[in-house]
């Protein structure tokens, strides 16, 4: 082990590294598929996230921060929680109301997600799809009427002035 720490710090791509090792803030973006300044906002917004920084500031997540990282990317991203619906869930301050919210927002996310991508969409999933046409539609008849009204709205403004 010449040359290496007792943190196991190499310099190997993270795929060539044991499953102990630490890995740096890059090696944990790339992982995830997030930029680094993000793994650096949710390091001030969750306590749990606590990496070792060496001189210069340089972070080394250990397996269990890289773990926690996995499950809050999952919450925040493919489950559509808020950040502060995790911070509550992981006070266990979330009530049923609130997590009954993020995921109402988690299904409208992933409704979207498949209307731009409709080959992934689940067979069941057929009446949520139908009753978000249906608000898409009723939403666009809506903005086509206040487009007739701002039309109608200029004139009626140039006869009060005169």
């Known amino acids: ?6 943190l196991s710090l190499s310099d190997t791509p993270s795929s060539e590294k044991e499953d102990g090792a630490y890995r740096t803030i890059g ?6 598929g997030l930029p680094p300044h993000v793994l650096r906002f949710w390091e001030s917004r969750f306590s ?3 990496p070792v920084k060496r001189t210069g500031g340089r972070r080394y997540y ?5 773990a926690f990282l996995r499950r809050l990317h999952d919450l925040l991203h493919r489950q559509g929680y808020t950040i502060r619906g995790v911070q509550q869930l992981l ?6 109301k609130t997590v009954s919210q993020t995921k109402n927002r988690a299904q409208i996310s992933l409704a979207k997600t498949e209307a731009q991508n409709p080959i992934s969409a689940k067979p069941n ?3 949520m799809r139908r009753t978000l046409e249906k608000t898409l539609n009723e939403l666009r008849g809506m903005r086509t009427w206040l487009k007739a009204q701002e039309e109608t709205a200029p004139s009626l403004a ?4 005169n």
């Open 48 to 50: 749990q996230i606590k």
């Open 158 to 161: 140039r006869r009060k002035s």
């Open 91 to 96: 006070n266990g301050e979330a009530s049923p």
């Open 27 to 32: 090696e944990v973006a790339q992982i995830l």
């Open 62 to 66: 250990r397996p269990e921060d890289v």
């Open 125 to 127: 999933e057929a009446p």
């Open 1 to 6: 082990m010449i040359g290496r720490t007792a």
